[in-house]
């Protein structure tokens, strides 16, 4: 009986101890201060990148009441990794009719790794309340051929 206790008292601390540990390894930060200066936020758009898991990087800087850049070409098939960060508050980033969901909150760099294999205009918009303008923060995603 006692070592019963014993070994569900060990599960149960390393459960509290991996609690406290970082959820995603992988957590980039970014001073919302120095978007404009920073080598990746300040050219938001879709860039073509080699050497990578991926084909592109698409970057977002999301602020009130928008999304720049505002509408995207997607070449049809390309692996996209979509970076994005917010000037101001906690916004939403989702894709409709993808899996794409991402909340985008000042300070950090929120990354999604997604392949555009249909052709089609899909809308981005924010589904985290922002204020005033929450309802018509929006951009368009085209996949072209
Ligand atoms: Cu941004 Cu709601």
């Not at 050219?43 to 009441?65: I, T």
Request: with cysteine; net charge negative.
């Amino acid at each position: 009986m006692g070592s019963l206790v014993l070994f569900l008292g060990i599960i149960f601390v390393s459960a509290i101890h991996s609690g406290h540990e970082p959820i995603a390894s992988g957590r980039e930060f970014v001073d919302p201060e120095l978007i404009d200066k920073h080598e990746v936020f300040s050219k938001p758009g879709l860039h073509k990148v080699e050497g990578k898991d991926w084909d592109y990087e698409l970057v977002f800087v999301v602020s009130a009441f928008n999304y720049n850049p505002g509408e995207v070409e997607i070449p049809k098939g390309a692996k996209v990794k979509i970076i994005a960060t917010s000037r101001d508050v906690v916004h939403g980033f989702e894709i409709a009719q993808t899996n794409v969901n991402m909340m985008i909150e000042p300070g950090h760099i929120s990354t999604f790794v997604k392949t555009f294999d249909k052709k089609g205009e899909y809308l981005l918009l924010c589904n985290e309340y922002c204020g005033t303008g929450h309802a018509d923060m929006k951009s368009n995603i085209k996949v072209v051929d």
